[in-house]
């Protein structure tokens, strides 16, 4: 929340899953935010052995938007001992660093293709799309895979609702991402236009809009 309202003024959702609200089977809407907390973050690192702290690369592509969110990451990070350093790269340079899986920690977003799960969770999660697709955390487990598998054929609406919920609330308990937030498209016009319809995909749909008699004043 706090890493949205000061790099959005709040105008981005909060993340809560691996699926944003507005797609089918999303679980977004039955969860709240996770909360921070600063003292179990240290005791598990000093679990992990890094009872000193440690360094990480950060990368990310050139952007005010996420270098001003790259910056309260490292800043959040900092207080349980995590010292990011922090690499700006144009974004060839960043997809190549990616698809080599030279990144200990990077910030990168995507918008789905279509709007359905597997749109969103086979390219980032599944074993066969790592370095390729969108795998760049080389995220490998044999359940969701299989889930995975199974979910994208099957046809009945209420079985496969159940097994993209169980493959989201699994990738949340293992945590190869943090879900930071969704984007909110927002669409200006004059008053005396209706008829604009918006995409799941983030566009407008031109081909409806008119202009509608306003009372007069």
Known sequence: ??????????????????????VPYSIANKRQPEKRDVDEAKALLVEAG?????????????SYE???MASKIKEQLMRIG???EIEVLEWDVFLHRLEKGEAQMF??????????????LRDAFHSQSTYLTGNYTAFADEEIDGLLDEAVGTLDEKKRALIYEHIQEKIMEITPAVFI????????????LE????????FQFLAYIKPKLLPQD
């Open 82 to 84: 995590v010292n990011l």
């Open 107 to 120: 910030l990168l977003g995507g918008t789905s293709d279509l709007p359905d799960c597997d749109s969103i």
């Open 1 to 22: 929340d706090l890493i949205n309202k000061a790099t959005s003024d709040g105008s981005y959702q909060t993340a809560t899953a691996p699926v944003p609200p507005s």
């Open 195 to 202: 008829g604009v319809k918006m995409s799941p995909l983030g």
């Open 50 to 62: 890094y009872r000193d702290g440690l360094t990480l690369s950060f990368i990310l592509a050139q």
């Open 181 to 192: 937030y969704y984007d909110q498209m927002n669409i200006a016009m004059q008053r005396y």
């Open 66 to 68: 996420r270098m001003s």
